[in-house]
């Protein structure tokens, strides 16, 4: 092997080790629930995100599509402190006492200055969702993370 080519073996090694050592730092706990009857959720916003948030709410309902007034509800996370580069990890340590039993499929409104008091508005607030339902039958919820889009109501297109 000439000195030219193990030169770029070496030098795709370190890259390559480099990179597998990307992730959580040494030391840092994985965010994720453990203890019965918690929920665990990473909340993003997109980059371009430039307002100020006011209340986040995530919610559950017995259908899908989410509509109407939600069949459980954490309470509001006021101010939550979310942006572009800074996820959110929400945790509940307790979903039972607000009404998340059986089957629910999970909504999350983000209200930010300008948009709803208690309901989101169109293309200023921000929501996310899962389309498939999550089973609280009393274990741990650890959800796959969600990123936020502007709120667009299909009941006005």
């Known amino acids: ?3 030219k080519n193990l030169l770029a073996l070496s030098l795709s090694l370190c890259l390559a080790l480099s990179l597998a050592a ?10 994720e629930c453990t203890a019965a009857n918690s929920l665990c959720w990473v909340i993003s916003v997109p980059a371009d995100f430039a307002a100020t948030p006011v209340n ?20 509001a996370l006021p101010s939550p402190a979310i942006g572009p ?6 945790m509940a340590p307790d979903y039972g006492q607000f009404g998340f039993s059986g089957e629910k499929y ?26 498939t339902p999550v089973n609280f039958d009393g274990g741990a919820k650890n959800l796959p993370p969600v ?3 502007v709120f ?6």
Do not use: H, K
């Open 1 to 3: 092997m000439t000195t």
């Open 22 to 31: 990307c992730g959580e730092e040494e030391g840092e706990e994985p965010f």
């Open 56 to 75: 986040l709410y995530v919610t559950g309902y017995d259908a899908f599509p989410p509509a109407g007034m939600p069949n459980a509800m954490f309470n």
């Open 85 to 90: 580069g800074q996820p959110l990890e929400f």
């Open 106 to 131: 999970l909504a999350i409104a983000l209200l930010v200055e300008g948009g709803g008091a208690m309901s989101p508005v169109e293309g200023v607030d921000w929501i996310g969702y899962m389309t």
């Open 147 to 149: 990123t936020l889009a």
């Open 152 to 157: 667009d109501d299909p009941a006005t297109n």
